[in-house]
């Protein structure tokens, strides 16, 4: 098979390149080892900031995240059993909006189903090579066996923190973290607890009280990373959440049926340079952020928006500067991403046997931060985004 740009990874980065590139007119073929209903039911952020919206909708995905996204101006951190609610419109007259991955995944899709884009899933992609060249090829096995070997101009690697693509070359440095502690993530039938979504700190660890609709609510707390979601019943789940949000004001979770059950792992994870060759990693591929903030995909948007100008750029002026140059760029607001992201889940996380002095620091800096409008600004404007480059 010969196209202009292969894409290794149908998720939203993959797909939203593809688009993108479509739309101007540049042929594309996205190869997916996943199928589209597994990618549909995987539970991840849902937190768009503005410019991430306004990328599906200036390109014509379509109007769903307008019609069904909820937008919200604002955040309320709670610690020491007290509320401290931030508006982001007056603090950086920006807000963001709730909006599920999974949903940014299903309307990318199906905009590329509609438009006859080609997207090959359930296909694994076996090897990659020839990246230093100027026709950097793959090869695929699709759902039903068969082999195929794709030629490119430009090779992308969408595939996610496990990447393929970027384990098959040697980056000049991998720079990473873990965590002690991980997200156990429910998914439940209930009314919504609060008009705004809650980032909880407490002597039991941290807790996010989000939402998905009037009658489907998305909360997180603190666990173990080796957790086992069998041995949780939706009681002890309630029982944990509620503590962790307990105050002098009487707050109480609305509960419900609890049906979806997940523990998520998470790291702080960049690779560099963020290419090799022709071949260019955007999103998880090239780094990971911490889930607290949500900064994941919108981290991947801006990646695609970066390297979508480079190539546009390369065919239209026979130019590789902008590629040349994607690396650089990106890496400029992945590191600002992954400061905030580690920010905020230090603030908000008290490992278990953690120091008492650090978990008492942990609260003087939430202080600091809830108690200037300054320090407020710094929270909102990160957490609504950086301008895109
Ligand atoms: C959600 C997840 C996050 O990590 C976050 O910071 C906010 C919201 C969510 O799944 O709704």
Not at 116 to 131: I, K
Not at 222 to 246: A, G, M
Not at 318 to 343: M, P, T
Request: net charge negative.
């Amino acid at each position: 098979i010969k196209t202009q740009v292969g894409i290794v990874g149908g998720g939203p980065a993959g797909l939203m390149l593809s688009h993108l590139l479509a739309k101007t007119g540049v042929e594309n073929l996205v190869v997916e080892s996943r199928d589209h209903e597994t990618i549909r039911n995987t539970h991840r952020a849902g937190i768009l900031e503005a410019g991430s919206v306004k990328m599906l909708t200036d390109s014509g995905v379509n109007g769903r995240v307008l019609t069904h996204g909820d937008e919200h101006t604002g955040i309320d951190l709670r610690f020491n059993g007290e509320s401290h609610p931030l508006d982001f419109t007056d603090l950086v007259d920006a807000t963001v909006t709730l909006y599920a991955q999974n949903e940014v995944f299903v309307d990318l899709a199906a905009a590329r189903k509609r438009d006859a884009g080609d997207v090959r899933y359930s296909s694994e992609v076996t090897a990659v090579f020839d990246l230093e060249t100027e026709t950097p090829k793959f090869h695929f096995t699709d759902a039903d066996g068969n082999g195929f070997e794709v030629h490119c101009d430009i090779l992308v690697g969408a595939d996610g923190s496990r990447s393929f693509c970027r384990r098959a070359v040697p980056g000049t440095q991998d720079f990473k973290i873990e965590y002690p502690f991980a997200w156990f993530g429910i998914l439940t039938e209930a009314p919504k607890s609060s008009p705004e979504l809650i980032y909880a700190n407490s002597p039991h660890g941290f807790a996010l009280i989000s939402q998905r609709s009037e009658t489907v609510q998305r909360m997180y707390f603190q666990c173990d990373p080796n957790e086992d979601v069998d041995s949780w019943s939706d009681d002890r789940i309630w029982n944990e959440l509620q503590r962790r949000v307990d105050g002098s004001d009487g707050f109480t979770l609305k509960t419900g049926n609890i049906f979806d059950k997940t523990v998520l792992k998470f790291r702080s994870f960049v690779r560099e340079p963020l290419s090799h060759g022709r071949m260019f990693l955007i999103g998880d591929a090239g780094h990971t952020v911490p889930p607290t903030g949500a900064k994941g995909l919108n981290l991947a948007f801006a990646d695609v928006k970066v390297l979508f100008e480079a190539i546009d750029s390369f065919y239209s002026t026979q130019n590789s500067a902008l590629l040349n140059g994607y690396s650089d760029l990106a890496l400029k607001r992945v590191w600002k991403a992954q400061n905030f992201s580690y920010w905020m889940t230090s603030m908000l996380h008290t490992p278990v046997n953690a120091d008492p002095f650090m978990a008492k620091r942990a609260l003087g800096e939430l202080d600091t931060v809830t108690s200037s409008r300054y320090g407020q600004q710094y929270l909102a404007e990160s957490y609504t985004g950086w301008p895109h480059s």
